[in-house]
């Protein structure tokens, strides 16, 4: 049966999985979500014995119905090939009883690779799919992550090109470093004077601007975005909870149909959102733990059922969760009042007028398979260090998040099943940090740091950072707000 995707708020047309990932956004400004969630098609013995590989068709196929077997399986292999460091793609270590599924080992050793690395396949793919011969021109604003995780998933994808905007000050060293010396000759990265919200707002307006897309269109082009509300890059991050999963039963560590818990560190709810989606395909799922940091919204919406952005943005050592809107929420929220566009759309309504809103009693109920913890500063280099010390793992504070708030959660409620943590970032991406909440020195260059870090954790320097040393700055220009308009231009020579 095939799945077709709807907007969160009624507007448009049910569209098919390849029309969804082109257009990103539902014209309406809702979020694209599949009319019906399939259940797997394979039993989970016959999955655990699948190589990522084949978990991912397995799972994706149900889900992306208009792509053929062919074209699918393309997409599967040239993204989970050897860009990953390891064969397994997202392994799993044990740690104190908890398994950690590491998805860092692609790219940019952050999770967003686990789709960034096939989005830009799911993509030209749709392009073709649809008659649409323009080319695909990604634009996008990061805070560090995104941008450079897309930057490496397009990078000389034929039929494709990237623009990226940072803020000049405001990414890591080792970030910046990442993302200006990026290659490939479809690529284009331009430092901001201003910061994250300045970049992120201009180009939300270029991107709409009709006289802009018309000046597009004209020259054979079109529009497109990586971020995390694409149904392209939700659907493939489905793939890693069933594969860990099943993993666990080949391993005889579970038996199939027992339920395991998956304890998540969130930001913008996508990563935890297609936990939820495998357990509703068939994953016995027994609780959703979603970690957040001092920015915890989240917690306070699962523990009172009203969500409440209005307060103080606090940055913290996980930046990539510091966040006060979660847009991919917005799926949960339209599933849980029953599939209902019009209950979600007021609800959106009233937190872009009021900044909150709060749910029925009846949808509280359909969320009792949530629950919410946050983690302090202080609890988050506790959580690094301690780990450290019992096992010799050494975690990033993204996952050390969820570490803290998995053990409290285990410790109030008693709950003995086994539970999968998602590690989202290798501790290299974010050296300084954790260094110091080992207790150690971290002064020096970025690059000097990851090698105290590797005589620590007793792990090599992954590659994504060993390739840095030496590499040649490609990307140097910088330009105001006003200027970036003229910049995208400029690079598309139109
Ligand atoms: C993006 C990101 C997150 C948050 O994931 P969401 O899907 O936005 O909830 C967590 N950790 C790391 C390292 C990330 O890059």
Redesign the pocket.
């Known amino acids: 049966m095939n799945v077709y995707y709807q907007s969160t708020r009624g507007g448009g047309e049910k569209v098919t999985a390849s029309k969804a990932i082109l257009m990103g956004l539902a014209e309406d400004g809702g979020l694209f979500v599949p009319d019906h969630l399939p259940k797997l098609d394979r039993s989970l013995e016959e999955l655990a014995a699948e190589d990522y590989q084949e978990c991912a068709y397995d799972v994706m196929k149900l889900l992306l119905t208009d792509y053929s077997e062919e074209e699918l399986k393309e997409c599967i292999a040239k993204a989970y090939d050897s860009k990953f460091d390891t064969p397994e793609i997202a392994p799993m270590a044990e740690a104190e009883g908890a398994y950690y599924l590491e998805l860092f080992h692609g790219k940019t050793i952050?999770?967003?690779d686990m789709a960034l690395s096939i989005l830009p396949h799911l993509m030209i793919t749709a392009a073709r799919k649809n008659k649409d011969e323009r080319t695909i021109v990604i634009l996008t604003a990061t805070s560090g992550?995104?941008g450079k995780a897309a930057l490496a998933g397009f990078a000389d994808v034929p039929g494709t090109k990237i623009i990226v905007f940072y803020p000049k000050d405001g990414v890591s060293p080792i970030q910046k470093r990442q993302m200006i010396t990026q290659t490939g000759s479809n690529t284009c990265v331009i430092g901001v004077d201003g910061n994250f919200d300045d970049c992120q707002t201009e180009v939300k307006r270029i991107f709409t601007d009709e006289a802009e897309n018309r000046k597009l269109n004209g020259n054979g082009y079109r529009f497109s975005s990586a971020n995390?509300i694409n149904i392209g890059r939700l659907v493939p991050q489905i793939v890693y909870y069933v594969y860990a999963y099943t993993r666990l039963v080949r391993e005889g560590r579970i038996k199939a149909g027992d339920p395991v818990n998956f304890c998540?560190?969130?930001?913008?709810?996508?990563?935890?959102l297609a936990a939820y989606y495998a357990g509703q395909m068939g994953i016995p799922v027994h609780k959703l733990i979603c970690a957040s940091n001092s920015n915890r919204v989240l917690y306070d919406f699962f523990t009172t059922g009203t969500y409440d952005r209005n307060r103080r943005f606090v940055l913290t050592m996980?930046p990539?969760?510091d966040?006060l809107v979660?847009s991919?929420l917005e799926r949960l929220i339209y599933h849980i009042a029953g599939d209902d566009a019009g209950k979600n759309a007021e609800l959106m309504k009233e937190l872009s007028a009021e900044g909150k809103y709060s749910i029925t009693p009846e949808m509280r109920e359909k969320l009792r398979i949530f629950t919410g913890g946050y983690a302090s500063e202080e609890d988050t280099a506790d959580a690094i260090r301690s780990l450290y010390e019992d096992t010799g793992y050494v975690i990033?504070p993204?996952t050390a998040v969820a570490r803290h708030v998995y053990q409290q959660y285990a410790k109030e409620s008693g709950d003995k099943t086994p539970t999968v943590i998602a590690s989202?970032?290798s501790p290299f991406?974010f050296e300084t940090s954790v260094l110091r909440s080992l207790g150690q020195p971290a002064e020096g260059d970025d690059l000097a740091l990851a090698d105290a870090l590797s005589r620590i954790a007793n792990v090599p320097v992954p590659e994504a950072v060993e390739s840095l040393r030496g590499a040649a700055v490609r990307h140097t220009k910088v330009t105001d707000r006003a200027g970036m308009e003229r910049e995208v231009s400029a690079f598309l020579g139109i």
């Open positions: 952050a999770f967003k992550d995104t995390s998540v560190p969130t930001g913008n709810f996508g990563n935890i996980s990539s969760m966040i979660s991919n990033d993204h989202t970032a991406k």
